[in-house]
């Protein structure tokens, strides 16, 4: 069942996609074709994703507040939640709003490694295409003519990661470490820890999986990242509301 899921709703449509943008682009470059599907993926859960985005800046600027919070109800746990839930309403924050856009994102990125594993874009299966598909004329797995998409590329891969790096490190704030004499408590530890690891451990390990997977995949994560950038760089055009801290 969970693979005529699979088949029927991901790659099936992916497979399809990439074949019809295949057959648009010039010299039928898979690796363009990869890009163009990754944009329009991208506008499809845009979205969510400047959500994401959103609250991630509103977070950062209701820091001083949450932290004068938890200080204040250090010794009643329940309390202290009650009053971060009500903080986030009253800001219309919602804390795991990037967590839908990611979990989007997964299947769509395994679809990508099985249909370039079986390099199922260099022999066109007709009976997978829909109606309106035709087989492209002409299909490059060179990405420009020079790096390799239905396979390992090194560069790729790196670049993949430089350009995750560089969202993390724009997107994900890291939390200020409590004042001296302040309580430390398990929230702002695992605060930083996670942010630490979004700017340093995450880039290692897309490189390690864009790598390992091919370049296509590869190619996928370096666009994500840099729509990624453009999304933060529009929100942070945009004019947010000062938090009554701030203001004050």
């Keep these: 069942m969970f693979s005529a899921f699979?088949?029927?709703?991901?790659?099936?449509?992916?497979?399809?996609?990439?074949?019809?943008?295949?057959?648009?682009?010039?010299?039928?470059?898979?690796?363009?074709?990869?890009?163009?599907?990754?944009?329009?993926?991208?506008?499809?859960?845009?979205?969510?994703?400047?959500?994401?985005?959103?609250?991630?800046?509103?977070?950062?600027?209701?820091?001083?507040?949450?932290?004068?919070?938890?200080?204040?109800?250090?010794?009643?746990?329940?309390?202290?939640?009650?009053?971060?839930?009500?903080?986030?309403?009253?800001?219309?924050?919602?804390?795991?709003?990037?967590?839908?856009?990611?979990?989007?994102?997964?299947?769509?990125?395994?679809?990508?490694?099985?249909?370039?594993?079986?390099e199922a874009l260099l022999n066109i299966d007709p009976s997978l295409l829909y109606s309106f598909v035709g087989v492209p004329e002409t299909i490059s797995p060179l990405f420009l003519g020079t790096f390799v998409v239905t396979g390992s590329s090194v560069i790729l891969a790196v670049l993949a990661g430089l350009a995750q790096a560089a969202h993390a490190r724009l997107s994900v704030p890291v939390p200020d470490a409590p004042a001296a004499g302040a309580v430390r408590s398990m929230g702002d530890d695992f605060g930083r820890i996670m942010a630490m690891q979004a700017r340093y451990i995450l880039p290692v390990i897309v490189v390690v999986i864009a790598y390992i997977t091919s370049g296509a995949v590869a190619l996928y994560f370096i666009t994500s990242s840099l729509v990624g950038l453009l999304q933060e760089w529009v929100v942070r055009r945009m004019k947010h509301p000062e938090s009554p801290s701030s203001a004050a």
């Design 6 to 118: 699979f088949h029927n709703f991901l790659y099936a449509p992916i497979y399809n996609l990439l074949v019809f943008l295949v057959g648009l682009v010039p010299g039928g470059d898979v690796g363009l074709a990869v890009i163009i599907a990754t944009v329009i993926v991208k506008l499809i859960i845009m979205p969510l994703s400047l959500r994401a985005v959103r609250t991630q800046r509103q977070m950062k600027l209701i820091e001083p507040q949450l932290r004068a919070l938890k200080e204040t109800h250090k010794n009643d746990r329940e309390r202290q939640a009650k009053e971060m839930l009500t903080l986030y309403r009253e800001h219309n924050i919602r804390p795991f709003a990037s967590i839908l856009g990611i979990l989007i994102q997964l299947p769509i990125i395994v679809a990508l490694y099985f249909v370039f594993s079986r």
